[in-house]
């Protein structure tokens, strides 16, 4: 059974950090890449952070760029998300999304977490 669960969510005060974290399991998570996005009430769901399976490469939306960094320790199958300097726009849920592309004709596969709530508020 595929899984991802994330876990690190919370209540923190503006300029403080979290740490979230996504347990894969049911399949490799080391062949997929792996994404952080994330959804505020009454607006799309945006990426928030992507990293390549092998970790080498890291991409950031703006908004995060230089506060949040992604990575991935593929021994543990756990994705992560350390995010800085939290600012009450950072108020959202996050998923977890570990995604690959497979076969001739490049169909992509994707798995999601269930979401955790982060709250950044005085």
């Known amino acids: 059974q595929v899984q991802l669960v994330e876990s690190g969510g919370g209540l923190v005060q503006p300029g403080g950090s979290l740490r979230l974290s996504c347990a894969a399991s049911?399949?490799?998570?080391?062949?997929?890449?792996m994404s952080w996005y994330r959804q505020a009430p009454g607006k799309e769901r945006e990426l928030v952070a992507t990293?390549?399976?092998?970790?080498?490469?890291?991409n950031y939306a703006d908004s995060v760029k230089g506060r949040f960094t992604i990575s991935r320790d593929n021994a543990k199958n756990t994705g992560y998300l350390q995010m800085n300097s939290l600012k009450p726009e950072d108020t959202a849920a996050y998923y977890c999304?570990?995604?690959?592309?497979?076969?001739?004709?490049?169909?992509?596969?994707?798995?999601w977490g269930q979401g955790t709530q982060v709250t950044v508020s005085s």
């Open positions: 999304n570990a995604y690959a592309y497979r076969g001739s004709s490049w169909r992509r596969y994707d798995y």
């Open positions: 049911g399949f490799t998570f080391s062949s997929y890449a």
């Open positions: 990293i390549t399976s092998v970790g080498d490469t890291t």
